[in-house]
């Protein structure tokens, strides 16, 4: 069945560390998209690529880089992950009608 | 200012009572989806509507493109239907990638 998975499902990093959060996808999609989910701020969006290889900035890039080696796989990497990237994060995928289904999230946490 | 409004922002029903969710945006839209959300949970594609109506299993959606406006009927509402639903458009980036435009959601809880 067709899905997108994430992995880790929850992680505690401590401030200064580097985290990669991971998502696959079996849709085939050429879109993969990286949001994250804040109480107030809703859903918002930090980096896509519209293909192997290519990364774009979202809305809120700063302090997250992306990377996407091939169709199936994409990663949100942070750094120097600080506490206000304290959040849940949501990995989609997207074909070119503009839909987009989304993965189970990750809940990180940095102390 | 807001792109996409939704109203109620929130819903108190009855078990069995019909429910009926809307959303209004202010883009041309390629797309409109609707999601629901467990809380604590993750979006759960409901429909892909972008224009006419729609129907899966309970819920029935019709969009009107040219007014900008979206509905999300839900029949003999159930317990398990508790929770946020969300709708969205999108807008067309490079590469054939969209952008997705949320509402802040209506959360709808059913009682029995």
């Known amino acids: 069945e067709a899905a997108v998975t994430q992995s880790p499902r929850n992680k505690v990093a401590v401030t200064g560390g580097k985290v990669t959060l991971s998502c696959n996808q079996t849709?085939?999609?050429?879109?993969m998209y990286w949001y994250r989910q804040d109480t107030g701020h809703g859903l918002r969006l930090i980096h896509y690529?519209?293909?192997?290889?290519?990364?774009e900035k979202g809305d809120i890039p700063d302090g997250y880089k992306a990377s996407r080696p091939s169709q199936e796989n994409f990663s949100l990497i942070l750094e120097l992950a600080t506490p206000s990237q304290t959040s849940v994060y949501f990995c989609?995928?997207?074909?070119?009608?503009?839909?987009?289904?989304f993965g189970p999230g990750t809940r990180l946490t940095v102390l | 200012g807001q792109q996409v409004q939704q109203s109620p922002s929130s819903l108190v029903l009855q078990e069995g009572e019909n429910a009926e969710l809307q959303c209004n945006f202010s883009?041309?839209?390629?797309?409109l989806q609707w999601f629901y959300q467990s809380p604590g949970g993750s979006l759960v594609s409901l429909l892909s509507?972008?224009?006419g109506t729609k129907h899966t299993g309970r819920l029935t959606s019709t969009t009107v493109t040219k007014e900008r406006r979206s509905s999300l009927h839900i029949s003999s509402s159930q317990t398990t239907d508790s929770g946020t639903y969300l709708c969205?458009?999108?807008?067309?980036?490079?590469?054939?990638?969209?952008?997705?435009?949320f509402g802040e959601g209506t959360k709808l809880t059913v009682s029995s």
């Open positions: 690529s519209y293909g192997a290889g290519s990364t």
């Open positions: 969205a458009i999108a807008l067309m980036n490079q590469g054939g990638s969209a952008k997705l435009i």
């Open positions: 849709n085939n999609h050429n879109n």
């Open positions: 509507n972008p224009s």
């Open positions: 883009s041309t839209a390629t797309q």
């Open positions: 989609a995928s997207g074909g070119g009608c503009g839909e987009q289904y």
